[in-house]
């Protein structure tokens, strides 16, 4: 009879035994699990304009491996590709345009691209190779605008803004030498790609030049511009994304990183005005 209830202990110790070795091996496995989840690293494929939002993404990179977001930064001197790409899902997201631009590039193309975030405002600036103020326009001067229909707009209002046009909607965003109604100084307009711009400052008097581009050409937008939009300006630089793609915990942290402290300090202290934070 002893030997009986020795051999039932032994078998009744054996077997709790066994099933806390098996809860212990379930829970490491739970737990390895959910360090594989939680370490695992989003890519995201990120469309930009060298200037400034190339350098931009440049800077969070860092942030974001931290994050456990592999940040690939494609660079585009078009205003057109990042959109398409973005909109094929060859890109995550792109950064390069402002909103009034996403807008009338949706609605001509039949998209769906969302924005997310402000990040900053580039002031668009006139500039000459040939004339030093504002006060030296002549009479039948030829001036330089973007030709993309925001673009061109926006230009325009800034002209008016100057006296040097008056429109026939002063606040119309997308309105072409067309829609000019007092013109006093005669002003010729070549309409030509934004890219294009400061290549073309040889053979006018001067162009209306977004600041990215002016940056690139090693222009200064508050030394070198002849008159400059205010930083009131309703043109602020977005990050884009798709409808399906908005929520994802990689875009937000993304988001997060772009309008942090460390970038406002970057744009403050490297562009000083000629690039405004917009957050």
């Known amino acids: 009879m002893k030997r009986s209830v020795a051999a039932l202990g032994i078998a009744l110790f054996l ?151 008056k429109l026939k909607d002063e606040n119309g965003l997308t309105q072409t030498p067309k829609d000019i109604v007092e013109n006093p100084k005669n002003l010729k307009f070549q309409e030509l790609e934004a890219a294009s711009l400061p290549r073309v400052l040889v053979d006018v008097d001067f162009a209306v030049i977004n600041t990215n581009y002016a940056l690139e050409a090693k222009l200064n937008p508050t030394k070198d511009a002849l008159f400059i939009e205010g930083d009131q300006s309703a043109y602020a630089n977005i990050l884009v994304t798709r409808q399906d793609n908005k929520d994802s915990e990689g875009i937000q942290k993304l988001v997060k990183a772009l309008q942090s402290e460390e970038v406002k300090k970057f744009l403050e202290e490297k562009y000083q005005g000629a690039v405004v934070p917009a957050f």
Request: negative net charge; charged residues 25%.
């Open 15 to 165: 077997a709790f035994s066994l099933a806390a070795c098996q809860k212990q091996t379930a829970t490491d496995d739970t737990y390895n699990q959910g360090q594989t989840a939680t370490t695992e690293k989003v890519t995201l494929k990120v469309g930009v304009s060298p200037v400034p939002h190339a350098e931009i993404m440049n800077l969070i990179k860092p942030v974001l491996e931290a994050e456990g977001v592999n940040l690939e930064i494609q660079e585009f001197t078009d205003y057109v590709l990042p959109n398409v790409s973005l909109n094929d899902k060859k890109l995550d997201a792109n950064f390069f345009q402002h909103l009034p631009y996403l807008e009338k590039f949706n609605a001509e193309n039949k998209m769906d691209l969302v924005s997310v975030a402000k990040i900053h405002i580039e002031p668009m600036g006139a500039y000459s190779q040939k004339i030093k103020s504002k006060d030296e326009i002549a009479d039948g001067a030829t001036v330089a605008i973007p030709n993309d229909s925001t673009n061109e707009g926006r230009a325009l209002l800034l002209l008016q803004a100057e006296g040097l046009i």
